[in-house]
């Protein structure tokens, strides 16, 4: 009876630590957590609407376009006598205002006009040749006014023009004797003839050069292009197109080289290039997120600011954006991130 009291006494009594250890560690835990998480680590609520800000956007689009060679123009040597140095080679770039060959040790310096230069000036003369020299002179940045009159200032400029080709004692009474015409102010080498040691007749063929010409015939810009007039962008460059999908004419030195096939003129088509047509000029649009439009129909679609339905055109998308272009003239400040799907685009 003894032992059966002392027995339940020490269950009770190691229950009762049991009891008080359970209590002191669930306090712990308990104080352990807090009530709330702080302010500083609760996840940011997601916003519900959006600002909008325009910004310009040229929708560029990736197009192929035809390398088309320019017609072929013979370049002639103005002065007779032995050949000294020519470094031509087919496919290499002549440019106005460098000296090309060399005769007897003078060098025949490459000028570009739009109509060559078939005499030499005096003081006084006028006439569409004039007007052309001074033009070409301005262009290699030479300072004069160009008025298709030959006088003091005109005469200056040639003989800086000469004398930095190299001419040595350069006199602009006798330019004509001095300069090769070319065709376009680059122009690229199709054939080379003259030879160093060969002795040249006066006006005597040089060589064969082809200005370029860009045909960006486009066979049909990507569907939902913006409809506009658009350049060709294409090694830095930017070239209108016309509506017939031509590009302006380039210098030739942004053209690749041509084949050794187009070379010997048995390529049967224009070669293939690719470059980015843009919007001449940019439209603006906003960037959105893809559930903030509903509605859509092609590209037609709407968002909503506050209740007010705003119809848009999808113009691109970058980068998870959705790019738009708002069909009312009143922009709103705001629209909804999360319209009803459902709801109609009115």
Same mark, same amino acid.
């Given at each position: 009876?003894?032992?059966?009291?002392?027995?339940?006494?020490?269950?009770?009594?190691?229950?009762?630590?049991?009891?008080?250890?359970?209590?002191? $560690?669930?306090?712990?835990?308990?104080?352990l957590i807090p009530e709330r998480l702080p302010a500083?680590?609760?996840?940011?609520?997601?916003?519900?609407?959006?600002?909008?800000?325009?910004?310009?956007?040229?929708?560029?689009?990736?197009?192929?376009?035809?390398?088309?060679?320019?017609?072929?123009?013979?370049?002639?040597?103005?002065?007779?006598?032995?050949?000294?140095?020519?470094?031509?080679?087919?496919?290499?770039?002549?440019?106005?205002?460098?000296?090309?060959?060399?005769?007897?040790?003078?060098?025949?310096?490459?000028?570009?006009?739009?109509?060559?230069?078939?005499?030499?000036?005096? *003081?006084?003369?006028?006439?569409?040749?004039?007007?052309?020299?001074?033009?070409e002179l301005e262009r290699l940045g030479y300072a004069l006014h160009a008025d298709g009159r030959y006088g003091a200032a005109t005469a200056a400029a040639?003989?800086?023009?000469?004398?930095?080709?190299?001419?040595?004692?350069?006199?602009?009474?006798?330019?004509?004797?001095?300069?090769?015409?070319?065709?376009?102010?680059?122009?690229?080498?199709?054939?080379?003839?003259?030879?160093?040691?060969?002795?040249?007749?006066?006006?005597?063929?040089?060589?064969?050069?082809?200005?370029? $010409?860009?045909?960006a015939k486009v066979a049909q810009l990507p569907d939902g292009a913006v409809l506009g007039p658009r350049v060709l962008r294409y090694k830095g460059?930017?070239?209108?197109?016309?509506?017939?999908?031509?590009?302006?004419?380039?210098? *030739?030195?942004?053209?690749p080289p041509r084949s050794a096939k187009a070379a010997e003129g048995n390529e049967e088509s224009p070669e293939e290039q690719s470059g980015t047509a843009a919007l001449a000029a940019p439209i603006q649009v906003a960037s959105v997120t893809p559930s903030a439009v509903f509605g859509l129909d092609g590209q037609e679609g709407c968002l909503l600011s506050g209740n007010r339905i705003v119809p848009v055109t999808v113009v691109g998308s970058a980068l998870g954006q959705t790019f738009v272009r708002f069909k009312v003239a009143k922009v709103p400040d705001v629209i909804n991130l999360d319209p009803d799907s459902h709801r109609r685009c009115a």
């Open positions: 009876m003894r032992k059966s009291r002392i027995g339940r006494a020490k269950s009770i009594g190691l229950l009762s630590v049991a009891l008080a250890t359970a209590a002191l $560690v669930g306090g712990a835990v308990v104080a500083s680590v609760e996840p940011p609520a997601r916003p519900k609407t959006l600002p909008i800000v325009l910004q310009p956007y040229d929708d560029p689009r990736t197009v192929s376009f035809s390398v088309q060679p320019g017609a072929e123009a013979s370049l002639f040597s103005p002065a007779a006598g032995l050949v000294s140095s020519f470094e031509c080679v087919p496919g290499a770039m002549l440019r106005s205002g460098e000296a090309i060959i060399h005769v007897e040790g003078s060098p025949l310096v490459a000028f570009s006009t739009s109509e060559p230069l078939w005499r030499d000036f005096v *003081a006084g003369d006028t006439g569409a040749d004039v007007l052309a020299a001074q033009r040639l003989a800086k023009f000469m004398k930095s080709a190299g001419i040595v004692n350069p006199d602009p009474a006798k330019v004509r004797a001095s300069v090769v015409w070319l065709p376009a102010p680059v122009s690229r080498a199709t054939t080379c003839e003259a030879q160093i040691g060969q002795r040249l007749r006066d006006d005597e063929r040089l060589a064969s050069v082809s200005d370029a $010409v860009l045909s460059r930017s070239i209108p197109i016309t509506e017939s999908g031509i590009a302006s004419p380039i210098a *030739a030195e942004l053209l």
